[in-house]
């Protein structure tokens, strides 16, 4: 909302809250962005009306985010999209891969925080003759981890990616190949440079 705003006045424009709010998933019905705006009273109300000076309205804003929130459905984790598994086969097979020893899952469900999320990983092995170690292949919304930003599995598994991999024998000599990608809205990391998820 603070860069709409920004964008406007840069532009000389003010763009109302029901632009803002049609912009959403299952509220771009005229009728529903009627509701929402009378729900709030922010009918006829301008963004900038919601920044004052100082930052934002939070305590408006989070009633209008509430609102709406109650007259959309909430977003299934399929609805985020996933990289697949005839992608991720194929990059495998590129990479050398025994294709015979191929797996791939992929779990999309609500997490602890309500949140939609997809996981999906995929396992293959590159032959005795291969002679390059173990291959890790990360990534967060389809974005790929310069390091492996899964060093903590959490309470869950205590470990991070790498040693619970040691565990199951595929450790970092293995000719293996794995890849763990996950997509959800929103990603918590331990630090500013997003290496390591906060995984609960």
């Known amino acids: 909302m603070s860069a709409y705003v920004a964008h406007d006045q840069d532009r000389g424009a003010d ?4 632009e803002l709010v049609k912009e959403f998933r299952g509220l771009t019905a005229t009728a ?7 729900e709030t009273e922010l ?3 301008n963004l ?3 920044a004052n000076g100082h930052g934002l309205e939070h305590e408006i804003i989070g009633k209008l985010l509430a609102t709406m929130k109650n007259h959309s459905k909430p977003v299934k984790p399929d609805a985020l999209g996933a990289i697949g598994r005839e992608h991720i086969e194929a990059r495998f097979a590129a990479l050398g891969c025994e294709m015979e020893s191929f797996q791939y899952k992929k779990v999309a469900q609500i997490g602890s925080d309500g949140l939609p999320t997809i996981i999906e990983t995929a396992f293959a092995w590159r032959g005795d003759k291969c002679e390059e170690p173990r291959r890790i292949i990360t990534g967060v919304n389809w974005s790929p981890g310069i390091v492996n930003p899964f060093r903590s599995l959490g309470s869950s598994y205590g470990d ?3 040693a619970l991999l ?13 890849l763990l990608h996950c997509a959800c809205p929103r990603v918590r990391y331990t630090d500013r440079g997003k290496s390591a998820v906060v995984v609960e």
């Open 15 to 18: 763009r109302s809250v029901r």
């Open 160 to 162: 991070g990616l790498a």
């Open 32 to 38: 529903k962005q009627k509701t929402v705006l009378e």
């Open 166 to 178: 040691e565990k199951r024998y595929a450790g970092r000599v293995e000719p293996i190949v794995f």
């Open 43 to 45: 009918s006829r109300v």
């Open 48 to 50: 900038s009306h919601l």
